[in-house]
DNA sequence: GCGAGTCACAACCGTCGGTTGTCGCGTAGG
DNA sequence: CCTACGCGACAACCGACGGTTGTGACTCGC
């Protein structure tokens, strides 16, 4: 199925002949019969009904006509997604799961007008992205910004915009399962198991500040598996727990009888921010900004934990 | 773009390498190459990084994909709503906006896995939809059965699926506008206006023996400027009425003040059943069919007025 | 019956997309 | 360090496809 072919049928049944969708596409009349009658060749199957008077639409063409007309939209969006110069608003999130996925994908639904890109940098920590971002590849990533020891590049603006609480995950034989929320300090006594963290990310260093600040022990080693074998191990075991941000969303079968609970007195946060080129005109950027705004839960700076290296700007 | 060219985008993500991919689509490597260079130049973007382990995806390309499968799975289905053999269920309304379209967007959003087109032959009564279920044009058309003076042909059946009431539509200065409901021989007395039923139609003649039964002025013609004209002229008007289905779905600007009055004690009812040929073994027509079983509410026949020209069968 | 309109068919031709053959290059291994 | 292997790109060739112009068959309306 040639695309021009279903361009030049949406054409046609739009004109009700093929002279005049000739004109439309610039074409001559001879080459829109061509094509017409190469897609109805390629389908085995008539779509129009030829007279004196021009062409009308059969009932195959009927059915035809709204797939081929979404075709031709999905194929605009599809260009539009790379063009450059007009194309989507291109986002990086390090997890389409966690609270900026979430965000994302809730900034989309009520936005269906602008087109939207949801990418994952490969092995990108904050660096590396805001590169990206000043290279212009992707308009916009979350991260965690370190303290202003290393500045922003020039140019490069940030805004916090998630203050992500965390809860724990458990399984029901665990001694916290059936608590309506714990502290971190009550969680000193447990063994809360995160495995592939890999050392030297912003993830680890966090979990890294937190286990000293409240003596816990976060055990970040381990093979992966995958989510699904890690959830199986937590909902099994009476003794692991797991961190997960408020906002995310882990999909489990219902066989897996998982609990979470939150963790507060303080909350501690994980703060991400949104980091754009104070050039960039994209129009979808100024409507995500407006939405994170809006959608943005601060916490009472009272009850928060917030690691010591991030920029505490809002 | 070509969509040949998507196809092996598609393929050379999937595989990591031109030459897996080139032997998935049974053509050389030196074609899939091209193919790929052809759409990076047709999109401006270079959606591949070469290695000499093989390609992988620039954050272009990341973005393109998911775009790019949408495309394709589109593709198929544009391509199965006509292919003759499996294309998609097709089922003919004679209007979406009326009980039997209602249904059936009902039917698509709890059976999201059937391919449905719904389709509106031109100037079809129940003869000429019954020929084109027999000659498979469409697997099945919703219609008002008459009595088997004139049976049905042999090969076809039909099963009654909707019983209709009917509502009046009427404005605020309508002397019945107040009413929660309102019998057929209140009805009596004021003008009831149907603009655009041509004489000899299955839904003139109903409303001509209703009007009959009930000594009712049910006015079939005048000229029609289209559903938005009618519906401002009835929201300006203190005396005229229209019927309209009960499930049916008008959408009106909320500047128009118009109200729906069920019409009861007995109530008209219009019947109409699913019409389809019995050795169409089209999976999603015993779908339908059970669908629409589960969906129909019968008013105790007591409670119902039929014209007396329709197929009295279950 | 004829003219004006429709679409289809035929002949022609350039371009595009496929193949085969070969090259450059980066990685891995001796 | 140098070589051998495997990957993708480039070049030359060729057939097929899609565009054009010219013409024919047909229908409708005056």
Redesign the interface.
Known sequence: ???DA?RTFVAVAAAGQFQDAAAALSITQQAVSKRIAALERD???R?FHRTARGARL???G???L???R??LR??A???A????GR??L?VDVHSRRTAAGVLLQEFHRTHPRIEL?V???LDADVHAATA?VEAG??DATFHAVPLPERRLPAGIRAARVIDERHEILVGPRHPLAERRAVTPAQLAEHRIWMPGMAAGTEWADYYDELADAFGLTIDLVGPVFGNEALLAEIAESAELATLVGERSRYLWPDSYDLRRIPVRDPAPVYPMSLIWRADNRHPGLGALRTHLKAAREVTPAAKVWLPRWTHRSA
Do not use: G, K, W, Y
């Open positions: 199925m040639d695309l279903v389908l085995e199957v779509l059969t009932v195959d009927q059915a035809f709204p797939h081929a979404e075709l999905v194929a969006r599809a260009d997604s790379v063009r450059p194309r989507a291109r890109d990418v994952t940098l990206a590849t992707i």
